[in-house]
């Protein structure tokens, strides 16, 4: 028998939320957003251990994992950066301001910071088109971004 990843905490969460839910099944959303806020990201082990709980196949949790960019399938920093380049941002400078945080912290898209700290991301719209450019730093929104204020948030960590 294997050893669990997942908390305790996370099986009495999801055994409080499974009465709201018509099957097992459609609690995945909700049990891959709950593994992630403990273990940050999802390895094949985590995704495993949740497609058990829920009488999945582990493939069907990894190819619903992997179609949302909110869940990260490769370990990331403490502070993820997801710089939104899609056509509102990219129109208010979104690639200059990419590549100041590639230069910041320096690191390509897509990398992680040596001391574990930055992961940087570009993401798909996050929905904030009306205050574009705009990025996400862990669950926070970061709006009208301009390079000065991408500055001032990196440096403050
Ligand atoms: S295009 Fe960037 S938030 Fe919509």
């Known amino acids: 028998m294997s050893t669990k990843i997942l908390s305790q905490k996370f099986y009495s969460a999801m055994d409080k939320l499974l009465p709201r839910y018509p099957t097992k099944q459609a609690l995945l959303l909700p049990a891959l957003h709950e593994a992630q806020e403990e273990t940050r990201w999802l390895s094949s082990e985590v995704m495993a251990e949740i497609a058990a709980y829920l009488d999945m196949h582990p493939a069907k949790v990894r190819e619903v994992a992997s179609f949302y960019t909110m869940y990260n399938l490769q370990p990331v920093g403490k502070y993820h950066v997801k710089l939104c380049t899609?056509?509102?941002?990219?129109?208010?400078?979104?690639?200059?301001?990419l590549e100041r945080c590639e230069a910041k912290l320096g690191i390509r898209c897509g990398e992680t910071t040596a001391d574990n700290r930055f992961t940087l991301m570009e993401e798909e719209c996050l929905g904030a088109c009306g205050t574009a450019p705009a990025m996400m730093f862990n669950d926070d929104y970061v709006e009208n971004l301009t390079p000065a204020k991408i500055d001032e948030l990196l440096a403050k960590q």
């Open 86 to 97: 899609n056509a509102a941002c990219m129109l208010r400078g979104a690639d200059k301001l």
